[in-house]
T-cell receptor, first 108, second 114 residues
Framework: DAKTTQPNSMESNEEEPVHLPCNHS???????IHWYRQLPSQGPEYVIH???SNVNNRMASLAIAEDRKSSTLILHRATLRDAAVYYC?????????FGKGTRLHILP | EPEVTQTPSHQVTQMGQEVILRCVPI?????FYWYRQILGQKVEFLVS????????KSEIFDDQFSVERPDGSNFTLKIRSTKLEDSAMYFC????????????FGDGTRLSIL
């Protein structure tokens, strides 16, 4: 299984940017980096994915290091609704192998 | 925005009984999945399904489990003889054709085995 490493938890203030790091030193050339999140009592939700270039969508931005061994999910302006567990996943196999992710706490 | 829908939201069943969990994937999606999450634990892959057959299954997906796409819209997970340890949230997911397409998940069915 392609392994990623994320901090167990992070805290951020409401309306401030949040940078969620992920290390994936064993990434291979064809692995896409996917981010999902799971809000309380809900199913996982797709956030963003990328291969080499930085990506933006309406939910977040994904910054990928030049060597691709790490990436950062950026929430530009966190709201209370962004409190969730965030998962960084290397899309190597068709199935998703979820780790423990980063539990993001948003302080009002 | 189209979404994956799962029914029922909560299922309570006696141990040893059969249960069927139902999912309606997004209409133009071709790949279908079931995952489960035991309370307080990680989300675990159970099975993937494409072109009317199982593509891959995990160790959890033993002979008590089966999946079916009985018509063009539904995707079901059947547990033949439920055990206490089958109590969990069960999530259905689907995705488009294309190896790096993201999976889209339903909000799950909470299965409680008594």
């Amino acid at each position: 299984d392609a392994k990623t490493t994320q901090p167990n938890s992070m805290e951020s203030n409401e309306e401030e940017p949040v940078h969620l790091p992920c290390n994936h030193s064993t990434i291979s050339g064809t692995d896409y980096i996917h981010w999902y999140r799971q809000l309380p009592s809900q199913g996982p939700e797709y956030v963003i994915h990328g291969l080499t270039s930085n990506v933006n969508n309406r939910m977040a931005s994904l910054a990928i290091a030049e060597d691709r061994k790490s990436s950062t999910l950026i929430l530009h302006r966190a709201t209370l609704r962004d409190a969730a567990v965030y998962y960084c996943i290397l899309n190597r196999d068709d199935k998703i192998i979820f780790g423990k992710g980063t539990r993001l706490h948003i302080l009002p | 925005e189209p979404e994956v829908t799962q029914t029922p939201s909560h299922q309570v069943t006696q141990m040893g009984q059969e249960v069927i969990l139902r999912c309606v994937p997004i209409s133009n999606h071709l790949y279908f999945y079931w995952y489960r999450q035991i309370l307080g634990q990680k989300v675990e892959f159970l099975v993937s399904f494409y072109n009317n057959e199982i593509s891959e299954k995990s160790e959890i997906f033993d002979d008590q489990f089966s999946v079916e796409r009985p018509d063009g819209s539904n995707f079901t997970l059947k547990i033949r003889s439920t055990k206490l340890e089958d109590s969990a949230m069960y999530f259905c997911a689907s995705r488009l054709w294309g190896s790096n397409q993201p999976q889209h998940f339903g909000d799950g069915t909470r299965l409680s085995i008594l």
